[in-house]
């Protein structure tokens, strides 16, 4: 059976699955002006975790993904993708 991927379009949940050491496959624009944020299927337990507020993270991981996942949104934009 293969995986699924999982996505969202939430920057801090993103952040936080990234901080956590999941693949970040892919960031893909949509006409809204947003962006989804595609993982692997492992990613949706710790999304789940995180919308519980039951997942811990160190706090300068997450500032550090956080800012990763924006540089790569205003490259996107910056390329007229978004």
């Known amino acids: 059976m293969k995986d699924e991927a999982f996505s ?3 920057l ?3 952040a936080c699955v990234v901080a956590l050491g999941t693949e970040l496959l892919a960031i893909l ?3 809204g002006g947003r ?3 595609q993982f692997s299927a492992k990613a949706k337990s ?3 975790r995180y ?3 039951d997942q ?3 706090a300068s991981l997450f500032f550090s993904s956080l800012k990763n996942l ?3 949104i205003y490259a996107i934009r910056n390329d007229g993708l978004l």
Do not use: Q, V
């Open 46 to 48: 710790i999304a789940e």
């Open 35 to 37: 962006c989804a944020f």
């Open 70 to 72: 924006k540089s790569r």
């Open 56 to 58: 811990s993270i160190d």
């Open 51 to 53: 919308w519980a507020g």
């Open 12 to 14: 801090g949940c993103a």
């Open 29 to 31: 624009p949509d006409e």
């Open 8 to 10: 969202t379009s939430d």
